[in-house]
């Protein structure tokens, strides 16, 4: 069962301005990535549903992360389907983040009050996504539509969130364009999670560009 309401996880999405998301199919590599984010500041995280037997490995980092940063909210994401939202949930997923939209995964996840983040390409996937319940739409992939298409959507719609996931990097000048654009907050993966010359991840270099990011967002904020 999720440790975090929706409504608080949606305002540490709003705060922290961040959500940082990968994979790994090693438990023990998972949780030193984990770690790293954490070290630099991120206390949400978005491991994706991507191999065979990730909802082995998130049930393992979960009760880790419960035990060791137990203010950690941990979410999942390339969630396509209501029968898979449900056994997240079950393993304790704060929230719920899609690539689509399903009304399937919104019923599922409304029954429990569980933040969940459809993946959004117009407006009127936007306004339904909201008819559903969704605080929070994910706009994906970002690298396509840009700070322009986030800009455009509000307009006529200023109480709609968005987080751009795909296309966004811990660059100050990428940021600064979505924050600009007035995203809620960003998704952000393979940009944060830096890797050494041998192809494993660099766990000091991804807490110190999280840090950096967690930084640049605040200062832009101001």
């Not at 969704?134 to 706009?139: D, H, T």
């Amino acid at each position: 069962m999720a440790r975090f309401s929706r409504i608080e996880v949606a305002l540490k999405m709003k705060e922290q301005g961040m959500v940082p998301l990968f994979y790994h199919a090693d438990v023990e590599v998972a949780k030193k990535v984990l770690h790293a984010l954490y070290n630099g500041g991120a206390r949400l995280l978005e491991f994706t549903n991507r191999g065979d037997y990730a909802h082995e490995v998130f049930a393992e980092l979960y009760k880790h992360a419960a035990k060791e940063m137990p203010d950690m909210m941990l979410g999942i994401g390339s969630v396509t389907d209501g029968g898979t939202a449900s056994l997240y949930m079950q393993l304790g997923a704060n929230f719920i983040v899609t690539p689509v939209l399903r009304e399937d995964i919104a019923i599922v996840c409304n029954r429990r009050k569980v933040l969940w983040s459809p993946g959004c390409g117009s407006l009127t996937e936007i306004a339904r996504a909201e008819e559903l319940g969704c605080e929070i739409v994910k706009l994906f992939p970002g690298s396509v539509y840009g700070p322009k298409m986030v800009k455009s959507a509000i307009a006529p719609q200023p109480w709609t969130n968005i987080m751009p996931t795909g296309g966004v990097s811990p660059d100050p000048e990428n940021l600064k364009s979505w924050f600009d654009a007035g995203v809620y907050c960003v998704g952000m993966g393979s940009k944060l999670m830096l890797k050494d010359a041998s192809g494993s991840f660099d766990y000091k270099g991804i807490q110190q560009l999280t840090k950096q990011a967690l930084r640049t967002i605040a200062e832009i904020r101001k």
